[in-house]
């Protein structure tokens, strides 16, 4: 382990912070979860906002290095603890896919199918930080079709990313079932660690949904 300082993940069940705590434990470090019941609105506490102004989960606190955005703290907690090998080193040539892999995923992936559930006409592929929607579902789908990871034989942290991302994407009708999508969603989700944490995360959703009905019929 690289480092022994106090690691706390500032989480909600079933959100973009689920992936976050799939690497943690795929890294296995201890960690501590600071949980956040987002439907009695817990993340737009002031006590919240003073860890991340936007009010939005995942967020990292390692000693004293905080760090928040999905990409952002895989790449962080990857490269800091090496020993996993989830995380090309800087002078490995598959750093650079690596990299942009995590990057397309925030740059373009999330504001592709944002514009898509808001039903909002992107605009022409000039306008747009990612071109088309289909050029960059087409991209994705090459990749995984080459796979088995995105780096070809070589599974990183972000491929938990990706798996994580396009089962929620693909449930909600965001992202089209494509076999290559399918497969590479099966081969990531089978992992230990994504059906561990998923079953937890079911759990604390009922316990979550049960404390705001609490709250609401005291109100
Ligand atoms: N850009 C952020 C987005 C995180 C995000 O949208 N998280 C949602 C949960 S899936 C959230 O915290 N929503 C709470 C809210 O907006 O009130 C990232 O990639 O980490």
């Known amino acids: 382990m690289t480092t022994n ?4 993940l500032f989480y909600s069940p ?3 912070a689920t992936g976050a ?3 943690l434990e795929e890294l296995k470090v201890p960690y501590e979860l600071h949980v956040l019941n987002m439907k009695t609105g817990e993340q737009r506490q002031p006590a919240y906002l003073a860890i991340n102004p936007l009010g939005k989960v995942p967020a990292v606190r390692v000693g004293d ?9 895989y ?6 603890f090496p020993e996993a090998g989830l995380a090309p080193a800087l002078t490995d040539p598959d750093r650079g896919a690596y990299v942009r892999w995590l990057f397309i995923y925030g740059s373009c992936f999330e504001p592709a199918v944002v514009d898509r559930y808001m039903k909002r006409e992107p605009g022409s592929m000039n306008e747009t930080p990612y071109a088309s929607y289909d050029s960059l579902i087409d991209l994705l789908e090459q990749t995984m079709k080459k796979g088995p990871y995105l780096l070809g034989e070589r599974f990183t942290a972000a ?3 990706w798996g994580i991302a396009l089962r929620w994407t693909t449930m909600f009708g965001l992202v089209e079932e494509r076999p290559a999508f399918q497969a590479y969603m099966n081969r990531i989700g089978s992992r230990a660690s994504i059906q561990q944490v998923s079953a937890e995360d079911a759990v604390m959703v009922v316990e979550h949904e ?3 009905a609490r709250l609401k019929a005291t109100s």
Do not use: F, M, S
Request: glycine residues 4%; without cysteine.
């Open 5 to 8: 300082a106090p690691i706390t």
């Open 14 to 16: 079933q959100t973009r």
């Open 21 to 23: 705590r799939v690497l």
């Open 65 to 73: 290095t905080l760090v928040t955005e999905q990409g952002a703290i």
């Open 75 to 80: 790449l962080y907690l990857a490269d800091l």
């Open 159 to 161: 491929d938990l990313l």
């Open 210 to 212: 049960a404390a705001a």
